[in-house]
């Protein structure tokens, strides 16, 4: 099977887990495609979630130490599409990307697996952590076969993640991290036994969480604090 990762043309956490996990399961890689930062015109969130991370490792160079094609290019550009035909790409594994366009999508014969921080479909969009809390849904990971519509698609697979009565926030958020990198083998083994008409579709029916508002993250701790106290 040849497979592609989308990746962040900088150094990354989810880009630089997933490339070496997948160089540790021996799943041969065809080239990673690495788009430059763009900026996002969101608000700053008052309550972080995620850790901080240092000395991370550029996924070039990675690619330059394992022989791996790496290729800095926009992921909604026809060089990029050329790319993917070029490579004959039958799998693309999202382990960094802004929304794909539909010709991208399609230029890859399976489809592209993405890896949501929360339960599809009840937690679609943003900050999908800090809503599931809120709303008092279950805390999770989603692997799905994405389509052109946001966090929709077909379900690979969705697990729960424990929480433990001394948690916080960012331990949550690693552990959540730690899941959609240890599911990455189990994924790519599930979708090549099956059809992919065989997945369920995504229920887009529910509503798309936009980024939380700052009012809404102080309540925030007190649920938290509340679903605390209840394990």
Not at 71 to 78: C, L, R, T
Not at 140 to 165: C, F, N, Q
Request: glycine share 4%; proline share 5%; hydrophobic share 40%.
């Amino acid at each position: 099977m040849n497979i592609a990762v989308f990746a962040y043309n900088f150094p990354h956490k989810k880009t630089q887990d997933f490339l070496f996990r997948l160089l540790l399961e021996n799943i041969d890689v065809k080239c990673v495609l690495a788009s430059d930062f763009v900026e996002l015109n969101l608000t700053e969130s008052i309550l972080r979630v995620k850790p901080r991370h240092i000395d991370l490792v550029h996924p070039q160079r990675i690619c330059e130490r394992f022989n791996i094609p790496y290729y800095n290019v926009m992921h909604n550009s026809e060089e990029c599409e050329e790319l993917l035909n070029k490579y004959d790409i039958d799998l693309g594994i999202i382990a960094g990307a802004r929304i794909l366009k539909q010709n991208i999508i399609e230029s890859v014969k399976i489809g592209i697996i993405n890896f949501h921080p929360g339960i599809l479909p009840e937690v679609r969009g943003l900050d999908a952590l800090k809503w599931a809390i809120y709303n008092d849904l279950p805390i999770g990971v989603t692997a799905h076969l994405i389509d052109s519509k946001i966090d929709a698609g077909r379900i690979i697979m969705k697990k729960e993640v424990p929480i433990y009565k001394d948690d916080t926030l960012i331990d949550v958020s690693l552990r959540l991290h730690e899941f959609q990198v240890n599911l990455l083998p189990q994924v790519i083994k599930e979708v090549e036994s099956k059809p992919k008409e065989m997945f369920q579709k995504v229920d887009i029916s529910l509503p798309y969480n936009r980024k939380m508002e700052a009012d809404k993250e102080m309540i925030l701790l007190e649920k938290w604090n509340e679903r605390l106290n209840r394990i």
